[in-house]
């Protein structure tokens, strides 16, 4: 018997008295609560993890992944590139407005459905029934692949931005992209360590790093303000750049939003810890729409400090790090004080890589689990001492250093694979929202009743965050500027492309006979 049938049978089974001792028993053990059992028991899934997160962990949890001011901080170089100071902060203000859209249809379906699934759960249970099975599966190969490729962007970033503190304080020092690779698979390794052994200690870390996060930002602000030069209001608000040479200067200004967008992206990551998160069907969608909210608050007074600081775009994007910050950081104080700010980002962002790997891992068990991936059986495998999924942890960590390998031949190749994140994630969001928003206006009796609930703006806000992701979708694939070339080329529709071959061949040749999508658990489901 399969495991799918397995979990079928425990759902739906009447219970005894003693099941029910015993129920009460493993709520003590694994941490859930009676509102978890009934919405697993109602999705037809069985509590395998132990639920060692708490309201305020799960806020410091998707907080630190979603790092909004130090991705404003680290990785703005395409915005500064098309739009300059004043197009990053008006982007990130209609990006974090209309993303809130993607947010909040995505909280209410994390409070229907709280399962580490996710996306791809959510298409499955609310498409249409003719298309539930292949769209769910094309949605969960895009969600894996996506995360995937985002938790190989991690420790690449820590990497290079330890070296470019090396740089700060030795100018003549030449990094290269072995040495890139070695941090990339030391600082994997340790995460791998930790997300396995330390498990139970990670909700802890995640509330000291959410203290840390919150005063890094006040120390880098304070910094900002009392010792570096700064632009006046008039050339930081209104001052447009198109170094990337498009046609128009509004044609820039879209191109370079992705930024902005980067910034705003997986507050979803709660979802996929559902199932070790107490009383997920509430709690999720709180700590998700919290994070979007605390984020977007010190993002966007981040923001317009650090844009104000950047008196000379050229020479920022031209630094020798690479990173425009590090010369922000050094018009205002010694190396000694530039490596010690960068400090700061750094550790915050491999905190931010010890969750996005978490996450990763819960959406990757929790797709083989419904036997959407070769090998499922080994990477949906629990390890029953830790509660941990060690195997899909273990796999997450060797896909960032078979990734990292490649960035020692070539770094376009590696960017490519990267760039792979937000496209692909965009997608889960358009076909997720798409799905709720069918079933709210042609069943609306059969969405499940929830806890945080959207009411009668459901519909609105759904149709809003359907466009939002679109819009958003269309504009990741464009390249940083004209002409293109082979360095410059955004390499993200290629991978799109690929992976969405690759998973047709999967299905065609293995899904469409093992993976029959979440589903076929859900209590009432009687098929097409």
């Given at each position: 018997?399969?495991?799918?049938?397995?979990?079928?049978?425990?759902?739906?089974?009447?219970?005894?008295?003693?099941?029910?001792?015993?129920?009460?028993?493993?709520?003590?053990?694994?941490?859930?609560?009676?509102?978890?059992?009934?919405?697993?028991?109602?999705?037809?899934?069985?509590?395998?993890?132990?639920?060692?997160?708490?309201?305020?962990?799960?806020?410091?949890?998707?907080?630190?992944?979603?790092?909004?001011?130090?991705?404003?901080?680290?990785?703005?170089?395409?915005?500064?590139?098309?739009?300059?100071?004043?197009?990053?902060?008006?982007?990130?203000?209609?990006?974090?407005?209309?993303?809130?859209?993607?947010?909040?249809?995505?909280?209410?379906?994390?409070?229907?459905?709280?399962?580490?699934?996710?996306?791809?759960?959510?298409?499955?249970?609310?498409?249409?029934?003719?298309?539930?099975?292949?769209?769910?599966?094309?949605?969960?190969?895009?969600?894996?692949?996506?995360?995937q490729a985002g938790t190989a962007s991690g420790p690449f970033l820590v990497g290079t931005l330890i070296q470019s503190s090396a740089i700060a304080m030795y100018p003549e020092y030449e990094p290269t992209n072995w040495q890139g690779t070695l941090m990339v698979i030391a600082?994997?390794?340790?995460?791998?360590?930790?997300?396995?052994?330390?498990?139970?200690?990670?909700?802890?870390?995640?509330?000291?790093?959410?203290?840390?996060?919150?005063?890094?930002?006040?120390?880098?602000?304070?910094?900002?303000?009392?010792?570096?030069?700064?632009?006046?209001?008039?050339?930081?608000?209104?001052?447009f750049t198109n170094t990337g040479n498009w046609s128009t200067t509004g044609l820039a200004l879209m191109v370079g939003q992705i930024s902005a967008i980067y910034a705003c992206i997986c507050s979803d990551s709660a979802a996929h810890m559902a199932e070790e998160i107490k009383?997920?069907?509430?709690?999720?969608?709180?700590?998700?729409?919290?994070?979007?909210?605390?984020?977007?608050?010190?993002?966007?007074?981040?923001?317009?400090?650090?844009?104000?600081?950047?008196?000379?775009?050229?020479?920022?994007?031209d630094d020798a790090t690479g990173y425009p910050h590090m010369w922000v950081f050094r018009q205002a104080v010694s190396p000694g004080g530039v490596v010690a700010l960068n400090t700061i980002p750094t550790v915050l962002i491999f905190a931010g890589t010890l969750t996005f790997?978490?996450?990763?891992?819960?959406?990757?068990?929790?797709?083989?689990?419904?036997?959407?991936?070769?090998?499922?059986?080994?990477?949906?495998?629990?390890?029953?001492?830790?509660?941990?999924?060690?195997?899909?942890?273990?796999?997450?960590?060797?896909?960032?250093?078979?990734?990292?390998?490649?960035?020692?031949?070539?770094?376009?190749?590696?960017?490519?694979?990267?760039?792979?994140?937000?496209?692909?994630?965009?997608?889960?969001?358009?076909?997720?929202?798409?799905?709720?928003?069918?079933?709210?206006?042609?069943?609306?009796?059969?969405?499940?009743?929830?806890?945080?609930?959207?009411?009668?703006?459901?519909?609105?806000?759904?149709?809003?965050?359907?466009?939002?992701?679109?819009?958003?979708?269309?504009?990741?694939?464009?390249?940083?500027?004209?002409?293109?070339?082979?360095?410059?080329?955004?390499?993200?529709?290629?991978?799109?492309?690929?992976?969405?071959?690759?998973?047709?061949?999967?299905?065609?040749?293995?899904?469409?006979?093992?993976?029959?999508?979440?589903?076929?658990?859900?209590?009432?489901?009687?098929?097409?």
């Amino acid at each position: 018997m399969d495991k799918q049938a397995t979990h079928e049978l425990r759902a739906q089974a009447p219970r005894s008295d003693d099941e029910d001792e015993g129920e009460e028993y493993h709520e003590s053990l694994r941490g859930y609560t009676r509102a978890d059992r009934a919405d697993m028991s109602r999705m037809g899934k069985v509590q395998e993890l132990k639920r060692n997160y708490r309201p305020l962990s799960a806020l410091a949890f998707t907080v630190i992944l979603q790092g909004t001011w130090e991705v404003l901080l680290t990785a703005t170089y395409q915005g500064l590139v098309d739009g300059g100071p004043a197009g990053l902060i008006w982007s990130f203000v209609w990006t974090w407005f209309g993303f809130s859209t993607v947010m909040l249809s995505l909280a209410e379906m994390a409070s229907m459905a709280p399962t580490a699934g996710g996306q791809y759960h959510w298409v499955s249970e609310f498409s249409p029934p003719s298309v539930q099975k292949p769209f769910s599966y094309f949605i969960g190969w895009m969600s894996t692949l996506s995360w995937q490729a985002g938790t190989a962007s991690g420790p690449f970033l820590v990497g290079t931005l330890i070296q470019s503190s090396a740089i700060a304080m030795y100018p003549e020092y030449e990094p290269t992209n072995w040495q890139g690779t070695l941090m990339v698979i030391a600082v994997t390794i340790l995460v791998w360590v930790l997300n396995i052994w330390g498990s139970k200690s990670m909700p802890i870390l995640q509330n000291v790093m959410l203290v840390v996060h919150v005063f890094g930002f006040l120390a880098i602000i304070i910094v900002f303000w009392v010792l570096s030069p700064r632009s006046s209001a008039e050339v930081t608000f209104t001052k447009f750049t198109n170094t990337g040479n498009w046609s128009t200067t509004g044609l820039a200004l879209m191109v370079g939003q992705i930024s902005a967008i980067y910034a705003c992206i997986c507050s979803d990551s709660a979802a996929h810890m559902a199932e070790e998160i107490k009383d997920a069907g509430k709690t999720v969608p709180r700590a998700m729409m919290g994070a979007y909210l605390m984020n977007g608050l010190l993002g966007i007074i981040f923001l317009i400090s650090y844009m104000f600081m950047i008196t000379d775009v050229e020479a920022a994007l031209d630094d020798a790090t690479g990173y425009p910050h590090m010369w922000v950081f050094r018009q205002a104080v010694s190396p000694g004080g530039v490596v010690a700010l960068n400090t700061i980002p750094t550790v915050l962002i491999f905190a931010g890589t010890l969750t996005f790997n978490l996450s990763t891992s819960r959406q990757t068990w929790a797709f083989a689990r419904d036997r959407g991936l070769p090998f499922s059986d080994w990477i949906g495998r629990v390890d029953q001492k830790l509660l941990v999924p060690a195997n899909a942890v273990t796999l997450t960590c060797g896909i960032t250093v078979a990734l990292s390998l490649i960035n020692v031949g070539s770094d376009v190749a590696f960017n490519a694979i990267i760039s792979l994140n937000v496209v692909a994630l965009m997608i889960t969001y358009v076909f997720s929202i798409g799905a709720v928003l069918y079933r709210r206006l042609t069943q609306p009796e059969l969405l499940p009743s929830c806890r945080w609930s959207l009411g009668k703006w459901g519909v609105p806000v759904n149709v809003a965050g359907v466009l939002y992701a679109s819009h958003a979708f269309f504009w990741c694939f464009w390249p940083e500027g004209t002409p293109v070339e082979l360095e410059t080329f955004n390499w993200a529709v290629v991978m799109f492309v690929a992976v969405f071959v690759l998973s047709l061949v999967d299905y065609v040749l293995r899904g469409r006979r093992q993976y029959k999508g979440p589903v076929v658990l859900v209590e009432g489901f009687k098929g097409e």
